[in-house]
């Protein structure tokens, strides 16, 4: 979708009165500042996914929760919260963790 068509929905989107004067605004200068040929759609990149590395620094056990903050832009301490949350209440966070432990390669 080119520039100006994703401009259009945006006023359109406004006019209806779907995107307020604020949201509007920031979703045209995240158009506008948008590379040529990159998605405007916010988000985990494809480039931080395909660049997961385990962290050798920020690491407790295997660097996982360290890798995936440097990846997205979140503190590690999330990370590990939030696996910590998954282990306590559903169990399946230790089988997350051990898998990307496993798959994802060291930084």
């Known amino acids: 979708m080119s520039t100006s068509d994703e401009l259009n929905k945006l006023a359109d989107l406004h006019a209806r009165g779907v995107l307020s004067d604020e949201e509007f605004a920031r979703a045209k200068a995240r158009v506008l500042d948008a590379e ?5 759609a916010p988000g985990v990149s494809a480039q931080s996914v395909n660049g997961l590395r385990r962290s050798r620094n920020d690491r ?3 660097g996982v929760c360290g890798g995936i903050a440097r990846a997205t832009g979140l503190d ?3 990370w590990r919260l939030a696996f910590t949350l998954g282990v ?3 169990g399946g ?3 997350v963790y051990l898998l990307l432990w496993i798959f994802v390669p060291e930084d």
């Open 88 to 90: 306590m209440f559903a």
């Open 76 to 78: 590690s301490w999330i």
């Open 60 to 62: 407790w056990l295997g």
């Open 93 to 95: 966070g230790i089988f």
């Open 36 to 40: 040529p040929g990159a998605a405007a």
